[in-house]
């Protein structure tokens, strides 16, 4: 993952804190705004306060060089908790992006009807991604910045099946979104000591499999990013009526090739997935 020295940096539903405290460590960025989902309380029951506390004495110290602050119930979803912050920041970070797991019926319902329209899990997935980038882009990345969000996660199902890559750029009715994923590039966690990836509702440290960071960054500003992230990695390549954009399948050889892709389990669930995730973005 590439953290500039000279970079305002945010980080989003940082479970406990110790990516904060990690790029706090190893990466001294200009500033740091580290932001949890979770209350003090909760934080606390769940993980312990010891990140929490060392990212708050950081920002008291007089020696720091780093401008530091930690918020807690901050949802990237909320427009109250994101005007708190101002358009300052080049870098904005949620790793390992999860809703949480709901605790009721009712709870479930509330979260999983938008406008009636009844959300899958995949859907209220992509849903709080989308918003994190339209947020960032909107509200929280300067305009003479480095202009760059990135989520990492895990290159397994469920996640592969968010197409993470393309699915949340696509324009609704009312948005066209004007910024893109311009990549990947593996995550090494190794780049982060102490950092613990967390279950999103426990205590757990979550197995280290595979993952990936992927960047976004707005239109205008997609030939600097490439410039500064030069080994990235490309998006999958899509072909059109040559493959299956859905799957990112493809090229086909013969007609039987498609034939069977079409048929098969995985395109059919990911052609319900499409179906629900065009349904939410026709419902904006
Ligand atoms: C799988 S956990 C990963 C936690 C942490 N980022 C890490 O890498 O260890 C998913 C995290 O997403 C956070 N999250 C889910 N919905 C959110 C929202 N609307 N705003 C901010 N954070 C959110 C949860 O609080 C949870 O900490």
């Given at each position: 993952m590439v953290i500039n020295k000279e970079w305002s940096v945010l980080t989003i539903?940082?479970?406990?804190?110790s990516f904060s405290r990690s790029i706090f460590d190893n990466?001294?960025?200009k500033k740091l705004t580290a932001t949890v989902l979770d209350s003090v309380t909760e934080l606390t029951n769940k993980y312990g306060s010891e990140n929490l506390d060392y990212l708050q004495q950081q920002r008291d110290g007089?020696?720091?060089l780093v401008d530091c602050q930690v918020i807690t119930e901050?949802?990237?979803?909320?427009s109250d908790n994101i005007h708190q912050?101002?358009?300052?920041?080049d870098l904005v970070i949620f790793q390992f992006p999860l809703v949480p797991n709901f605790t009721s019926q009712n709870e479930f319902q509330q979260h999983t009807q938008a406008d009636e329209l009844p959300l899958s899990i995949n859907t209220i997935n992509r849903r709080l991604l989308r918003l994190f980038l339209v947020n960032s882009f909107d509200?929280?990345?300067?305009?003479?910045?480095?202009q760059l969000a990135y989520i990492s996660s895990k290159d397994v199902k469920p996640y592969t099946e968010w197409d993470i890559e393309y699915s949340l750029t696509k324009s609704s009715l009312t948005q066209l979104p004007e910024f893109s994923c311009v990549g990947t590039m593996p995550f090494v966690i190794?780049?982060?000591?102490?950092y613990k990836i967390r279950n999103v509702d426990r205590d757990k440290h979550v197995k280290d499999t595979a993952s990936l960071t992927y960047v976004w960054t707005s239109n205008k500003n997609r030939d600097v990013a490439l410039e500064l992230l030069p080994t990235m990695n490309p998006l999958p390549t899509l072909f059109g009526e040559l493959g299956c954009d859905i799957c990112h399948a493809?090229?086909?050889?013969?007609e039987q090739e498609k034939i069977s892709h079409l048929a098969g389990k995985k395109h059919k669930r990911m052609s319900e997935y499409e179906v629900q995730w065009q349904g939410y973005l026709l419902s904006l």
């Open positions: 539903g940082d479970g406990d804190l990466f001294q960025p007089a020696l720091s901050f949802d990237i979803t909320n912050l101002t358009k300052e920041y509200y929280l990345l300067a305009e003479d910045g480095a190794e780049q982060f000591p102490g493809g090229p086909f050889e013969t």
